[in-house]
């Protein structure tokens, strides 16, 4: 019997904001040079790898980790994997916006100006839809917001269900199947 297809979710490299734990959304942040080596440390570990697709989101930060992981020249860019409008918080860390609003979270509250989860889950929804028919592996590359809230909807939680998913810079993820139910094979790896 044939396996089942994998989706292997790559978050890009470091950058100064994620570094210093900035929530990073739609400002374009260049790697460090630590995350250039992150993204380079990838390739050997995707080489082996035969992907049916690989998507991307448009951002340069997520685009030259692909490009650097080897997977540049089959990435096409997907606008759906952009990471979360953080809004308000762009660029502030969470002890900075809890300084304006107490126990305030990306999960559970909502930032003015900012892309609510449930609008984030809509707009994965046509991602989902080609992972959930694909008949090969997809790599995806893009941001750690976004990723775990992908990741959540894979497995039937609700969007928050991200925060229970820990994702760190650089790493590997794989979304796969238990039988006939969707599952969480490699997380954070």
Do not use: K
């Not at 694909?134 to 269900?161: E, K, M, N, Q, Y």
């Amino acid at each position: 019997m044939a396996s089942e297809p994998e989706i292997v979710l790559i978050r890009h490299g470091e950058t100064e904001w994620s570094r210093d734990h900035r929530h990073t959304g739609r400002t374009d942040v260049p790697l460090t040079e630590n995350g250039r080596r992150q993204a380079e440390a990838l390739a050997p570990r995707l080489a082996s790898r035969s992907f049916e697709r690989v998507y991307v989101s448009p951002l340069s930060r997520a685009t030259e980790t692909a490009r650097l992981a080897g997977l540049g020249e089959r990435a096409a860019p997907r606008p759906e994997l952009m990471e979360i409008d953080y809004g308000q918080a762009e660029g502030l860390t969470t002890e900075q916006m809890r300084e304006r609003t107490p126990a305030w979270s990306v999960w559970t509250h909502e930032t003015p100006d900012a892309e609510r989860l449930t609008d984030v889950a809509t707009r994965l929804e046509p991602i989902l839809g080609e992972l959930r028919a694909t008949t090969g592996d997809i790599a995806i590359v893009a941001h750690g917001h976004v990723l775990r809230v992908l990741a959540a909807l894979w497995i039937g939680l609700p969007p928050a269900g991200g925060a229970h998913l820990v994702l760190a810079t650089g790493r590997l993820s794989t979304l796969s199947w238990e039988r006939e139910s969707q599952a969480i094979s490699g997380w954070n790896c």
